[in-house]
Structures are given as C-alpha cells and as structure tokens.
C-alpha cells in the first residue's frame, strides 16, 4: 500500500511557522486527551502561548485544525506502510501489509493513533493523496482478478474501515502480543476473502504477515 506524500502546507516566514508548530502541538496534546469538539479554541491558544487572532490566521476552524494535526501523524504511518512495503509486487500481500504496519503502530504508539483517529483527518476518496497507494494496490488486484468486481467501488472505503477499527480496537483494549496478533490475524482473513481473495490465499498471507508481529 504504498502512498504518496499529502499537499505541503504554504511556505510560511519563520515567525509564521513557528506559531503554526506551537499551535499544532498543542493540539496534539489536547486531542490526546479528548475530542475536537470538547476543545475550545482558548485552550488551545493557551496551551500554544499565541494570540487567539493566530489560530484563525492559519487554521479555517477546528475541523480543518484537527485535520491538519492528524495529517501529519497519518503521514507518518502512511510512510511506514511504504517502507513496509516496499519490494512486495503482490498487490494483496501489500494490502494486508498496511493493515498490519497500522496494527504495530497501534501497539507501539497508541497516543499518536489516539489523536489520528480522533482527528477526522481519514478521508475516504480513493483520490485522497494518503489513500492513493490503497487505491492503486486494489486496482493491481482486480485487474488480477484476485478480488471481486465490488471492490472496484467500494474496496478502498472497506479496508480503510477495517483498518480503522482494529487500530481503535487494540489501543482501547491495550492488546498484549498475543490478543493483538489473535486480532489482526481474524481481520486479516475476513478483510481479504471478503474483498474476494481465495480463502487459502488470505490465510497464507495473514499467517505471514502475523509471523511477525
């Protein structure tokens, strides 16, 4: 599942930029601890020690400030879901490959996943910079006849959620390494003969990627 990098923000002066990281790790901090919506503008300013003017100066409102925040930590795990990747051609192989990056990163970092799915920064568009690895890998796979023709429509949104949910799930039940390995293993199998892959194929390849988890 190899991505793309997501639009860069605007070149900003020195002074602007340093506002602008203030006020992204602040907000980090705070989604950390509770929803956007649970998070009043003030705080934020406060927590980042700028003036309240600064944060509409680079942020439209909340939902695009909590969206820029999980941008970057969505970045970060869509890189690591490249390198994971990288020299894998199998398209299916690669698609298990995502979600078991995002598993690790759930287990190993479960505050910056907290503030990644709290950030409504997942866009479901297959044409979303950050999903158009996912999109090309079940393009390889259809056109491989490895999945159903469903997916075509609706396999990027399908996987996209499974993933989502397992990550929530094993940062909420704090997985030990066996119960999260138990977890991605049943996902993996359901995810991929649902998307239509043989069944023999999924668990060969859910068996591999689980091997090292």
């Not at 944060?55 to 909340?62: A, I, L, Q, S, T």
């Not at 709290?118 to 999903?131: G, K, M, Q, V, Y």
């Not at 995810?191 to 194929?201: D, I, M, N, S």
Request: with cysteine; charged share 20%; aromatic share 4%.
């Amino acid at each position: 599942m190899a991505s793309l990098p997501a639009p860069s923000p605007p070149i900003l002066s020195p002074r602007a930029a340093r506002t602008r990281a203030a006020l992204i790790a602040a907000g980090f901090e705070l989604l950390a601890e509770r929803p956007i919506d649970a998070i009043p503008i003030d705080d934020v300013v406060a927590r980042a020690g700028v003036a309240k003017g600064s944060f509409f100066n680079h942020f439209r409102d909340k939902s695009a400030f909590a969206a820029a925040i999980g941008d970057e930590v969505r970045l970060e795990l869509e890189l690591r879901i490249a390198a994971s990747n990288a020299g894998v051609a199998d398209p299916l192989t690669r698609i298990a490959g995502g979600m078991c990056t995002g598993a690790v990163f759930a287990l190993a970092k479960p505050k910056r996943t907290i503030v990644l799915l709290r950030s409504h920064a997942s866009s479901t568009l297959s044409s979303h910079p950050l999903n158009r690895g996912l999109a090309e890998d079940m393009d390889a796979a259809l056109a491989a006849g490895l999945v159903r023709e469903e997916a075509r429509a609706g396999g990027v949104l399908y996987w996209l959620g499974l993933c989502q949910i397992l990550m929530a799930n094993l940062v909420e039940h704090r997985s030990a390494s066996d119960a999260a390995r138990a977890a991605l293993d049943t996902m993996l199998v359901l995810g991929l003969t649902g998307l239509g892959a043989a069944p023999e194929r999924a668990r060969a390849i859910a068996d591999k990627a689980c091997a090292g988890l």
